[in-house]
């Protein structure tokens, strides 16, 4: 499951940021997941938790947002949801050709809530490079 690989680098991240500003605990972390993203935001915020143990993430709250995949015709000016599995013809002239996705492939931290203060120890180990 790479949702566990995608938790790891989020609270990897959010870390660091959280240690180059001299932060306490983050508490909170919003994400953006696009509905084309290939995550699947329950298993995500499963795998997040277990990533926050013996981290400045420990208890924090992941609250993901869910982008609607949307698309644009370039021959007309529609704008439709094209679902999932994607439907990439035009539901206004028919034309599947130089059709734009505008959204639904997100996968990003938007927010840290954080506490005031230094940041607690980091107790879990790094995980050891592969060579």
Known sequence: MHEMSI???????VEE??????T????????QVGE???VVPDALAFCFELACAGT???????VIESVTARARCASCPDVWAVGVPPDLCCPGCGGATGVELLSGRELRIVSADRED??????TREPIPEER
């Open 7 to 13: 938790a790891l680098a989020v609270v990897d991240q």
């Open 17 to 22: 940021a959280a240690g180059a500003a001299g």
């Open 24 to 31: 306490g605990a983050v508490t909170r972390v919003r994400m």
């Open 36 to 38: 084309l993203a290939g």
């Open 56 to 62: 400045v993430l420990d208890g924090a709250e992941l």
């Open 117 to 122: 203060g230094p940041a607690p120890a980091r």
